[in-house]
């Protein structure tokens, strides 16, 4: 997954498979080297949420 195909992203947000929030980035700054850790999370399925000023989409996870 590339955020860059993304204009106006404002604000990351991943979710566990029960939907309860582990991690949340805002705002997101876009145009600079941005990176997510989540070496504090188990292995398993998550959910990434991105909003931008003109869509929201949402991009599975997994975390071997």
Known sequence: FSPENISGIARLEITD???RR???????????AN?????????????LKITSTDE?????????
């Open 17 to 19: 498979v029960m939907g």
């Open 22 to 32: 582990v991690f949340i980035k805002e705002p997101f700054a876009q145009g600079v």
């Open 35 to 47: 990176y997510i850790n989540l070496t504090h999370l188990q292995k398993g399925v998550y959910f």
């Open 56 to 64: 929201v989409r949402v991009e599975k996870v997994i975390l071997q």
